[in-house]
């Protein structure tokens, strides 16, 4: 079979059993491929049968790169007609015939991609990291599939979503649907294939957030695929569009990574659409024969724009043969299109500003406007005044914009009232599921709900809530009142400088039982209390600009992704921002003013902008007048120097090596100067204390206080200037290389916050040779399977073996067999036991011996990590004897049954094993089954170990 029939079959099948009805559209483009082509001619002439008013979407993003979600993008099969919407959160079902709204489903969180229909059922994912399936008849729950199982949230374009997102939109072909989860590379990517039918999954790849290598200009980083886009079928691949760069490549049947790669050269402009060509379109394949459209893969760069791709495949579909254009003329439709489609022979046309047509043939036509939903200044006449209530808290809070948090929901438009009166988006918490469904239903009808009112039904304590977000939190009249422990945590999520909790008075002696740091506590005339964040947190640094320290203390590796957003963008050449007081003051170049750019000569600044650390809101006029006054101040007339550098770097264009004082290597304990990996970038890096930052392809640290290596915060580029920043008790990441066109997948900016350090985070260390390291070693952990190097507190430096994670020490490691099987898993699936989770989520199976050479004589401690990797083991299914230095350590050892069940951690810790001639064996005699084995961490007897940690994996809703 061709390929153009393999496609043409793959589009006929949907849900395995069902072929796809002629007449059905039950995906976004039609069909796996995304060709946007069907069997079914559209009538010449059309009429409108019914529309309705959805309301404007508001992308995610504002660059085109980056706009999967501009319009809706509706689904048929049969008589239904289905719509995802980021605007409430949720998927509707409209009658075909009628525009009649048969059903409405909530997620957790936006639903930003449109979902995929057949046999039944309707499937779809949201950014709360859930894949839900339910009835196409009734939008009843058939199954779900929390993508990662960890609550942990994060701020993301501006609403409180999990940390791993579904944003590789669902695609269904021959009975399985394909989706991805997760955007940070460095947090873990997540591409699933999934039964349709039952949700069982099929496979699953995580391996594909630390890939290290090639970089625009040919610079070496980690890397990582970044899933924003619709995943598509191309033969017996599965692609997957990764956010602005180009699309990776899966065997559709194993998951296996067949092909990714950043440009190297840079400067060509991906994006989040691509699709395959039908029969019509061969003469336009291009890479690998995707087709990609240059109006969606565009840029500016400083110099011209860059486009690659054909302009208007994505505004274009195929039926019976004609191609159509969406800008029609479609009679009876006003305003710009977005999308249009056809099914049920009808034609479905959805404009930019949010509205939704059905076309008919003409002669067949009955206009029947659908009811347009409730404003929300109509929706509060109809419930009356605001509640007095909303208005005592608002009263109190000193602030009405920001982020809100209310614990419980109050009475029947208390939520209304507090959205109305202020501009705060809300998240409330409730664990009464059914409030939560009246309340929804409620606030999506006066348009509310999504963007400014969110609800969630969960405990305070399992929310997974990010630190600091919150400008105000209430806890609403009639909620639980939050024991000490638990308001502890709640205050945790408040804004420093004064974010405030307001709630009845009996909460100021919980208050004082909490011990609060740095809160104040007023009692307020109307029964209520404020507790207010004061100040700064504990330990961080205010950043004034001009290459000056910033030790901050409470920014240290490991650290996970707070918030991003591509809001505000600067010039990669533009002054560095400033950090004070929990706001970024930044001040941009004009870089579109072509009339100053003769030469090297540069350009004009234009005013500051601030923006708050915690959360990337663009702050508004009225907001930090003082701080505002003070930075008031910019030279508009005079056009600037083209780069701004330390004193230390005397290049502009081409900086030396770092140089960051000395260090006690890790494997030797000797004394040498501080060196580490740092691949392309103008800006040379800068010592800011504990963190010295740069761009290393990416943007990058090392952490001087744990000697860390090279740490890449893989998907944005930082820029020209030094825009790393560690300050306000976050390293800040701002979008700060506009003007630049190279292939990052992630334009964007972001702010990262410290992590305990079970939390997964790889590093390349850097290259010593192994003759330099003979007989030296007294410490040493070697991590089989993992994909880079990791250092501990108490000083194991962890090395990947075999390595593939960059530069790195040269130990002398030998294994029998030479080739045994290395495997590797996220560490967020560990659900337990003792040790460090990102060493036993990897590991390698039938080994027989492993000998680690270079050690210096002595006597050592030895730690053996062990993690059942396989859900299907049974206890006694594998046992085996590991040996040290030729002497029974462990004997008849079951992992599984030992460590009470498959990804739990099981550390053996074997002391007093005398090393000579600088070698130590590690054997492993194999009874049942074949053996396994994670780490081996070798620590020269008298120094300090690390403790070891007992993590527990925050459980998922499934």
């Known amino acids: 079979m061709n390929r153009l029939s393999a496609l043409a079959l793959g589009a006929t099948l949907l849900l395995g059993m069902s072929p796809l009805h002629a007449n059905d559209w039950p995906m976004w483009r039609a069909n796996p491929g995304r060709t946007a082509s069907v069997t079914p001619a559209l009538p010449e002439k059309l009429s409108v049968l019914w529309s309705r008013e959805l309301g404007a979407l508001k992308p995610a993003y504002r660059d085109v790169r980056l706009q999967f979600d501009k319009g809706y993008e509706p689904v048929v099969l049969g008589k239904r007609l289905f719509v995802a919407s980021s605007r409430d959160d949720s998927v509707t079902a409209y009658a075909t015939d009628t525009g009649a709204e048969l059903w409405k489903v909530f997620a957790d969180g936006p639903v930003r991609f449109a979902p995929v229909a057949g046999d039944g059922r309707v499937i779809f994912g949201s950014d709360d990291g859930v894949l839900r399936c ?394 209520l209390v404020a507790i207010t964040r004061e100040g700064a947190l504990a330990g961080s640094t205010n950043y004034k600009g001009d290459f000056q320290p910033s030790a901050d203390e409470l920014v240290k590796a490991p650290l996970g992704v707070l918030w991003f957003d591509d809001t505000l963008g600067n010039f990669k050449r533009a002054p560095q921002p400033k950090f004070i007081d929990g706001v970024m003051v930044s001040t941009d170049k004009d870089w579109l003013d072509e009339s100053t750019r003769k030469g090297k000569v540069d350009y004009r600044l234009r005013p500051s902008l601030l923006s708050d650390v915690y959360t990337g809101r663009v702050l508004d006029a009225g907001e930090a007048p003082e701080l505002r006054k003070q930075q008031s101040q910019v030279d508009l007339a005079t056009i600037q120097q083209s780069q701004y550098r330390p004193a230390t770097q005397k290049d502009d264009w081409n900086p030396g090596a770092p140089v960051a004082g000395t260090r006690v290597n890790p494997l030797t304990g000797d004394y040498e100067a501080r060196a580490f990996p740092k691949s392309y970038g103008c800006d040379g890096g800068f010592d800011y204390g504990h963190l010295y930052t740069m761009r290393s392809g990416t943007a990058a640290f090392y952490d001087k206080r744990l000697d860390s290596g090279t740490i890449h915060v893989s998907g944005p580029r930082s820029g020209c200037t030094s825009s790393v920043i560690p300050a306000n008790g976050v390293l800040n990441v701002p979008y700060f290389f506009e003007g630049c066109s190279c292939s990052y997948p992630l334009p964007m900016a972001l702010s990262l916050v410290s992590l305990p350090p079970t939390f997964e985070q790889w590093a390349a260390w850097g290259a010593t040779p192994s003759n330099s390291l003979a007989g030296k070693v007294e410490r040493v952990g070697i991590n089989f399977g993992a994909p880079g190097d990791r250092k501990t507190d108490d000083g194991t430096l962890w090395l990947g073996f075999p390595a593939v994670g960059g530069p790195s020490p040269k130990m002398e490691v030998r294994t029998e067999p030479a080739a045994p099987e290395f495997y590797y898993r996220h560490s967020v699936w560990i659900e337990g036991g003792e040790g460090w989770p990102w060493v036993g989520a990897s590991g390698v199976k039938g080994l027989q011996a492993v000998t680690v050479a270079g050690l210096k004589a002595g006597t050592y401690t030895v730690r053996l990590t062990f993690a059942e990797p396989e859900a299907g083991m049974k206890a006694g299914g594998r046992k085996f004897t590991v040996r040290l230095q030729n002497q029974i350590a462990l004997e008849h050892l079951d992992v599984l049954a030992e460590s009470g069940g498959a990804m739990r951690l099981l550390t053996k810790t074997i002391s007093k094993v005398a090393v000579t001639g600088g070698t130590l064996t590690v054997k492993l005699d194999a009874h049942v089954g074949i053996t396994l084995l994670n780490g081996v961490e070798i620590v020269r007897a008298g120094l300090t170990m690390d403790p070891l940690p007992s993590p527990a994996r925050v459980p998922g809703r499934q």
């Open 134 to 527: 339910v009835s196409a008849d009734t939008g009843e729950l058939l199954w779900q599939k929390r993508a990662v199982p960890n609550d942990r949230q994060l701020l993301g374009n501006g609403r409180l979503i999990s940390v791993w997102p579904i944003r590789g939109g669902p695609v269904l072909h021959a009975g399985r649907v394909y989706f991805a989860a997760g955007v940070w590379p460095l947090e873990g990517v997540f591409i699933y294939c999934l039964d349709a039918t039952s949700g069982r999954e099929v496979w699953l790849n995580d391996r594909t957030g630390y890939l290290y290598g090639v970089h625009p200009h040919q610079a070496e980083a980690f890397g990582g695929v970044a899933p924003q886009g619709y995943l598509l079928v191309d033969g017996v691949d599965l692609v997957v569009p990764c956010s602005s760069a180009y699309p990776a490549r899966f065997d559709l049947a194993t998951g296996a990574l067949k092909d990714f790669a950043l440009p190297s050269a840079g400067r060509l402009p991906g994006g989040w659409f691509a699709s395959t060509p039908d029969e019509k379109e061969t003469q336009r394949q291009k890479r690998l024969g995707l087709l990609f459209d240059k109006e969606v893969n565009a840029v500016r760069h400083e110099d011209k724009p860059r486009a690659e791709g054909t302009a208007g495949v994505r505004r274009s579909f195929r039926a019976g043969g004609k191609e159509w254009n969406f800008d029609g003329p479609w009679p009876g439709v006003s305003g710009k299109v977005h999308s249009v489609l056809t099914a049920d022979d009808k034609c479905f046309v959805v404009t930019e500003d949010g509205r939704l047509f059905a076309l008919v043939e003409s002669g067949r036509a009955d206009l029947l406007v659908g009811r347009r939903a409730l404003s929300p200044a109509e929706a509060a006449r109809q419930r009356g005044p605001a509640t007095t209530q909303a208005t005592r808290f608002l009263a109190a809070a000193g602030a009405d914009r920001g982020y809100a948090l209310v614990l419980g929901l109050g009475e029947p438009g208390f939520l209304e009232a507090l959205a109305n009166q202020s501009q705060f988006k809300i998240l409330a918490l409730s664990d009464s599921n059914v409030s939560i469904a009246a309340a929804r239903t409620r606030l999506a009808a006066a348009r509310l709900y999504g963007e400014r009112v969110a609800l969630r039904q969960v405990a305070p304590t399992a929310s997974g809530l990010p630190p600091y977000f919150a400008n105000l939190i209430v806890v609403a009249p009639g909620a639980t009142l939050p024991d000490p422990a638990t308001l502890k945590q709640i205050f945790g999520w408040l804004r420093p400088y004064g974010g405030r909790l307001i709630g009845p008075e009996s909460l100021a002696r919980t208050a004082e039982a909490a011990q609060l740091p740095q809160a104040s506590v007023k009692q307020l005339a109307n029964g």
